[in-house]
């Protein structure tokens, strides 16, 4: 891992069991491929990697943005919220990794999704459509300022039910077959 990835990580903040990167993510790197939604073949089934010390870099740069936002406690880690947090430069992307309208309309997730829209964070989700087809990534700043200025949970969580089973009608691209290395 390069020193400037390794610096913006939380202090002792550790994956431990969590291995939903390992799963989810889709790695279409020249030095290593995983479909997305696929167990990573290197994937040790009590979790950790096979190949940990001598991981390819896409997998060694790579961070949850739960590893480096210190607000977040250890319940936001992906395998315990049910939600994979990515971050990038158009902001916070919230990638249910569980029943979308579950997670995502906890009161967790709304504190955090309200927060950052209130704040003016670009926030995005990203939800599945169909199996084998890619998620449907929707930037829901706007679609929710109006809910979030009401600090009402019901009417948040209910735009947030109307986002997400809009998100899922989509039709995506098929997710590119690749062989796992």
Known sequence: ?????ESHLVP???????TACC???LIDDVNFKKPAD???SNLIEK????IYTK???????????????AQLDDNWRPDRSGILLRSDEDGIIFQPIRDPKKVLTSARAIELIGGGVAQGIPMSMSIPTRKGFRSYGLPI??????????????AIQTKMIELIE???SQNTDRIPLIESQ
């Open 38 to 40: 696929q167990v990573c």
């Open 12 to 18: 002792g903040r550790e994956c431990g069991e969590c």
């Open 166 to 168: 809009l998100s899922a």
């Open 47 to 50: 979790g950790g990697c096979k």
């Open 1 to 5: 891992m390069s020193k400037e990835n």
């Open 55 to 69: 991981r390819p870099s896409v997998c060694q740069d790579w961070h949850c943005a739960w590893r480096f936002m």
């Open 141 to 154: 700043n706007h679609p929710l300022e109006e809910a979030v200025e009401s600090r009402n949970l019901l």
């Open 23 to 25: 799963v989810v993510l």
